[in-house]
Each structure stands twice: as structure tokens, then as C-alpha cells.
């Protein structure tokens, strides 16, 4: 499909699938099943992280109810500045959930710690972030994030929901791109 724009492959599909079924098992502990604050709530960040939202959600084997927000940070396509604008809110109140932020990737982590101040603002009963990749920088920010499905190295990956200029988010696979992509 998209072969010869595809560098390498970072992340295989099966590769994807087997993590994404440890950290469910492994966030699922955390989580008391019906506790009076009701079903984990989860928050995927559009639109990346919705490839992985839906594996994440179905692997967990506790309820979870779904809610989505869309933020843009200002920056060119391959990286955030920091400033983040909504761009779709969530449709409910989270006080008093139990609320797990799921994202597809952590760079510098700006659009993150934003987030987090932001939702916590809401007063949830917890807040708590589940990411499947992280890059180095990551290690710069204060958020601590307790579950990361792959450290990868420094380089801009697209798949599995990530895109560059909104293409290659459809691949089942987390690569990298040819240079060429890049200059074309
Ligand atoms: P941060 O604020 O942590 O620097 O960046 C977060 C957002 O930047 C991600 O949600 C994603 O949209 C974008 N981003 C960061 N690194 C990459 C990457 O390697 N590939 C793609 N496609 N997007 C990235
Ligand atoms: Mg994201
Ligand atoms: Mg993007």
C-alpha cells in the first residue's frame, strides 16, 4: 500500500497486539470493578490515539465507557510547541471518574502536562495516562506516566493511527519514512 514511502518497520502489528494485552492486563489491577465512581473512563486524544483506543479498550478485561477530545498543539507537522488549543472538549463532566487518559505517543510532552493540568482541573477521582509510545524527551516533563507500551528511539514514526500530513494512519504498523517523503 504505502511500501515505498515505508523506511523501516519499528513496531510489527503482532508486536502492537501482544503489548497492547500486557498493559490491559497490567492498568486492569489497577481499576476496582464496579466501584461507586462507576466504569473507568477513558479519554482518547484525536485522533492518533484511536487506533489504539479500540485495541486498548476491547484487550481490557474490565467495563470502560469512551470519551474523546481533540486538541491541536501550535507547531509544524513533526513537532508540538506547547501552546494547545481545543478543538473538540469532552461531551461530559469527569468529576468524581475514574479517568485514564489513552495517547498514541510522548515527545516533548507539552500536549500531555497541558492536558493533565487541564483535566485535572475537572476534578476527577484519578487521573492517569496510558501512551504507546514514548520518545526521549519525554523524560524532560513531570507527568508521571505509569504505563508505556514502547520506548522508541528519537526518530518521527507514523502508523497505527499516527500520521504525517494526515496520511499513513491506516497502516497496521508503527515505520518510519523515507527521506524522500519528507522533501517531495
Ligand atoms: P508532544 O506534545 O509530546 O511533543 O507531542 C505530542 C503529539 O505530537 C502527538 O500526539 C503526535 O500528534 C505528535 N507527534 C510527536 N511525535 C510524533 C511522531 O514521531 N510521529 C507522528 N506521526 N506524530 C508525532
Ligand atoms: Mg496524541
Ligand atoms: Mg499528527
Known sequence: MYENDIASVLISEEEIKQRTTELAQSVAKRY?????????????????????????????????????MAVSSYGSS??????????????????GRHVLIVEDIIDSGLTL????????QRN???????????????????????????????????GYG???????RDLPYIGT???KVYSS
Do not use: C
Open 162 to 168: 499516527l500520521d504525517y500530513d494526515e496520511r499513513y
Open 78 to 95: 513533526t513537532s508540538s510547541s506547547g501552546v494547545v488549543r481545543i478543538l473538540k472538549d469532552l461531551d461530559k463532566d469527569i468529576a
Open 32 to 68: 476496582p470493578v464496579g466501584a461507586p465512581e462507576g466504569d473507568l473512563l477513558l479519554i482518547g486524544v484525536l485522533k492518533g490515539a484511536i487506533f489504539f483506543m479500540t485495541d486498548f479498550a476491547r484487550a481490557l478485561p474490565i467495563p470502560t465507557q469512551m470519551e474523546f
Open 177 to 179: 519514512l523515507h527521506p
Open 113 to 120: 502536562s497541558w492536558l493533565m493540568r487541564n483535566l485535572s
Open 124 to 158: 476527577p477521582a484519578s487521573l492517569e495516562v496510558v501512551t504507546l509510545l514514548r520518545k526521549p524527551d519525554a523524560v524532560k516533563i513531570d507527568v508521571d506516566v505509569a504505563d508505556v507500551g514502547f520506548d522508541i528511539p528519537n526518530e518521527f514514526v507514523v
